[in-house]
């Protein structure tokens, strides 16, 4: 009700700038939240925001502020706001949009322009100038500059519906400096209440479609569903665990999707388990597809890494009709909400006749009997005591101390690796990183959105020393606003995912008989691939947050408790076995995934 009377205030004639039209639109939509760095240029928007219950959260860079937004669009469900400022500033902003455009995540960025009159077309020389909304509008989902003032409200309801409208992505409006700032008489039509400028309601899938899913399931000897990130957009764990309930089906998911369900569940056959992935996308005769595009982390859903159409069918459910049959043919392709259509056929497979199911279970119990196995395999090298420590040690040490519904960000080359294979998720939507663009450094950022988004939730960010350095002053935004984050960054002064890649392409023979001993090669056997040394513990307090450094794997534990107790933001500089850091797991099956498959 309070969001309603503040729409309807401006009913009365009264003059206001620009900008306080985007923020009385953005706190209609129950925007709680904008991430970006002030400036002069949108002074009439960020100034208004305060009382209009929004919260600024400034970064010390425009690209971290469109991380932020993506990650906190991610945890929250909702629509994560960023702006940036005319020239340089939207220039920094574009790896960011290029990243949650790749990952799909729901973000508008606002950005300032040049004042009318001399961009769209520029005159030639203007100051802080490029095109803006044509380079943008090349990278993200729309992009659209705002001509003049009475247009204003109607562009960013656009925006809005455009973000609302199929698979996320990043949404862009640019507005000039004059419109932002200038004196305006309040129009009352600029204003509607909420829900009336875009859909509310997820798109349904027909009674029909819902019918023919059910069937084509039932009558499968062995279905398994593929989970995409979409599940996650559309909080849709607990309808796809009910569906693979009751079709006693294994569930892989999309390197983006890591975090759809509870691992410890019997369906569950996580991303690392490669071998049991590959054995149940290549026996099973039917595959439930939902909210992935089926792209190339997935093998684009092709043999040998997946059955081939002729023995294994394909449901597709997204939200993104250009996505359905487009990686591989559908025998059913469904338009819809992936959480509307779970949950419609968990309700119809409920109604209907089971089969006898014996076999399906003998099958699940084989598949969940080899991701067993493989993770015994992987828990060896919790054995080790070496100093520095090995890096298997840390994401679970991290979620002991954490706990389950803690929030890990991983980012990172082979940190990466070893931060998701020795992290298993036991509550959905903890886990954020970079999956399909793999950006070092968006990480940081990240983490501290996702504790805007989740104050009362650990956050913990599992980070390279290469990832930590692009944009570690981070750290002071945690700091600053009174952020409670914890990076634990894994420490080998290397860039170690390209390093073996380096040394298997120059003296494979050398690589594996060093490998035996314990060594890598030397800097003068590889191509600038070595890095000096930062303190990160230090760097850590020198902007007012805790730091401390640790090398042995049983004290870990202890100097991530210190960090808590600090109250504080905190880097932990962690020493690691550079050797063993380079031979991450299942390096050959992600470079694999490069090739195309030789199947159709």
């Known amino acids: 009700m309070q969001i309603a009377k503040r729409l309807r205030a401006p009913a009365a004639a009264k003059t206001i700038k620009g900008g306080e039209i985007i923020t009385r639109i953005l706190a209609a939509e129950g925007i709680k939240h904008v991430f970006g760095i002030i400036d002069g240029t949108y002074f009439g928007m960020y100034s208004t925001f305060g009382a209009h219950g929004i919260e600024l959260i400034t970064p010390r860079h425009e690209t971290c502020a469109v991380h932020m937004a993506g990650a906190y669009a991610r945890l929250k469900g909702e629509l994560g706001v960023c702006m940036a400022s005319n020239g340089p500033g939207v220039a920094n902003a574009l790896p960011g949009v290029a990243v949650e455009e790749a990952e799909g995540n729901r973000v508008l960025l606002i950005t300032s322009c040049r004042r009318a009159g001399i961009s769209y077309p520029e005159r030639g020389g203007t100051f ?3 095109p803006q909304v044509d380079v943008i509008g090349a990278m993200a989902k729309f992009s659209v500059a705002v001509p003049t003032v009475d247009r204003l409200a109607e562009l960013t309801r656009k925006a809005i519906r455009e973000s609302f409208t199929g698979r996320p992505g ?17 129009d009352p039509s600029w204003f509607r209440e909420p829900g009336t400028s875009h859909l509310v309601s997820a798109p349904s899938p027909s009674s029909q479609q819902i019918s023919e899913a059910a069937k084509l399931l039932l009558r499968a000897s062995k279905p398994m569903i593929h989970a995409g990130s979409g599940v996650l957009h559309a909080g849709a764990w607990d309808e796809l665990n009910a569906v693979a309930e009751l079709l006693d089906a294994p569930i892989t998911t999309s390197w983006g999707a890591r975090a759809v369900l509870d691992e410890r569940s019997d369906h569950a056959l996580p991303m690392m388990y490669t071998a049991a992935v590959k054995k149940a996308r290549c026996e099973a005769d039917m595959a439930l597809v939902v909210g992935s595009r089926l792209g190339e982390t997935d093998f684009w859903g092709k043999a040998p890494y997946w059955a081939t159409p002729a023995k294994q069918q394909v449901i597709q459910v997204d939200l993104e009709p250009a996505a359905i049959g487009n990686n591989r043919p559908v025998a059913l392709g469904v338009q819809a909400d992936v959480k509307v259509f779970l949950q419609l056929l968990a309700d119809e497979l409920g109604r209907r006749f089971q089969p006898e199911r014996k076999a399906r279970k ?3 119990a084989r598949l969940t009997k080899a991701r067993n196995q493989r993770r015994a395999k992987l828990d060896e090298h919790l054995q080790s005591t070496s100093m520095p420590m090995h890096p298997a040690h840390v994401a679970g040490t991290c979620q002991d101390v954490f706990g389950d519904n803690a929030v890990l960000v991983v980012d990172g080359g082979n940190t990466s690796i070893w931060g998701h294979f020795y992290h298993q998720v036991r509550t959905p939507n903890t886990v954020l990183g970079t999956a ?3 950006m070092l450094g968006a990480g940081v950022s990240q983490a501290v959105a996702a504790k805007v988004a989740r104050p009362n939730s650990p956050v913990v960010c599992i980070i390279g020393d290469g990832a930590m350095a692009f944009h570690q002053q981070e750290v002071e935004t945690a700091v600053r606003n009174n952020l409670q984050v914890v990076w634990v960054v894994l420490c080998d002064k290397q860039w170690g995912m390209v390093k073996i890649n380096q040394q298997f392409a120059l003296k494979p023979v050398k690589t594996l008989a060093k490998k035996a001993i314990g060594q890598n090669l030397s800097p003068e056997e590889t191509i600038n691939t070595d890095l000096h040394e930062i ?7 020198a902007m007012g947050a805790h730091g401390e450094r640790v090398a042995d794997p049983t004290g870990l534990n202890a100097a991530i408790k210190r960090a808590v107790a600090s109250g504080k933001p905190a880097v932990i500089h962690v020493d690691v076995d550079p050797v063993a850091h380079l031979w991450a797991p299942e390096l050959k099956t992600f470079k694999d995934m490069h090739a195309e498959p030789a199947g159709k």
């Open 128 to 130: 802080q100038y490029f």
């Open 436 to 438: 399909k663009m793999g």
């Open 535 to 541: 303190e990160f513990d230090v760097l850590g307090r």
């Open 362 to 364: 003998r099958w699940l």
């Open 170 to 186: 990043v949404v862009h409006l640019d507005v000039p400096e004059s419109i932002m700032n200038t004196a305006v008489d309040v």
